[in-house]
Nanobody
Framework: QVQLVESGGGLAQAGGSLRLSCAFP????????IGWFRQGPGKDREFVAG????????SYADSAKGRFNISRDNAKGMVYLQMNSLKPEDTAVYYC???????????????WGQGTQVTVSS
């Protein structure tokens, strides 16, 4: 059962940018830490970035540091992943996920979205 809703995926050229959005309808949004994961072709799903409930803390995979930025707007019930300097190896299905704490999101989040495809052409 889909719990979170992602949007913003699509096709980008290498060096370009995309912004992904994640909503968690019907929930008290600020009660959840949110993370982004991705699964590329033939690869395991991996953690990309995460943000604490009120946005004070963030965490990034090494592959995302310096290029991606996670943020949230609790008033709008949205989390964003701004992806810059995209590379072909960023091609993947991107999922957002939620749990009470960021540490739980990074380990094994309770709630998942159905994913949005990001394709980066060289």
């Amino acid at each position: 059962q889909v719990q979170l809703v992602e949007s913003g995926g699509g096709l980008a050229q290498a060096g370009g940018s995309l912004r992904l959005s994640c909503a968690f309808p019907g929930r008290t949004f600020s009660a959840y830490a949110i993370g982004w994961f991705r699964q590329g072709p033939g690869k395991d799903r991996e953690f990309v970035a995460g943000i604490t409930r009120l946005g004070a803390g963030t965490s990034y995979a090494d592959s995302a540091k310096g290029r991606f930025n996670i943020s949230r707007d609790n008033a709008k019930g949205m989390v964003y992943l701004q992806m810059n300097s995209l590379k072909p190896e960023d091609t993947a299905v991107y999922y957002c996920a939620a749990d009470a704490l960021l540490a739980a999101v990074q380990r094994n989040p309770q709630y998942w979205g159905q994913g949005t495809q990001v394709t980066v052409s060289s």
